[in-house]
């Protein structure tokens, strides 16, 4: 079964840092594209930032970009550096993954329509 156990969430205040952490398994072989989402309460599901495993290549939306930064730590691991936090950042964070390849995943993937085969079930962060 495919597991994406995402770690890391938790309180802080404005200017602060935090670190989110996943965890993917399920699969043998890497992953090709990792990434993470976030879903602020009344707001829409967003792409916060992700990356094609093979090129190296990331995408970060506009508003994090500068602040946040988007790492494969290891095979089948992401995590999410998060700096200068500001209080528009609260949401819950999804981890998000894809294992099966497709002809446009090196385009796909780094981009903000993006959208993941597998999903984790979320980690709170909140920035007051």
């Known amino acids: 079964d495919v597991q994406l156990v995402e770690s890391g969430g938790g309180s802080v205040q404005a200017g602060g840092s935090l670190t989110l952490s996943c965890v993917a398994s399920?699969?043998?072989?890497?992953?090709?594209?990792m990434g993470w989402f976030r879903q602020a309460p009344g707001k829409e599901r967003e792409l916060v930032a992700s990356?094609?495993?093979?090129?190296?290549?990331k995408y970060y939306t506009d508003s994090v970009k500068g602040r946040f930064i988007v790492s494969q730590d290891a095979k089948n691991i992401v995590s999410l550096q998060m700096n200068t936090l500001k209080p528009e950042d609260t949401a819950k964070y999804y981890c998000?993954?894809?294992?099966?390849?497709?002809?446009?995943?090196?385009?796909?993937?780094?981009?903000?329509?993006?959208?993941?085969?597998?999903w984790g079930q979320g980690t709170q962060v909140t920035v007051s």
């Open positions: 399920g699969y043998t072989y890497a992953s090709n594209c």
């Open positions: 990356i094609y495993v093979a090129g190296g290549v």
């Open positions: 998000a993954v894809d294992w099966q390849w497709s002809p446009d995943i090196a385009t796909r993937c780094p981009s903000a329509s993006y959208e993941p085969e597998y």
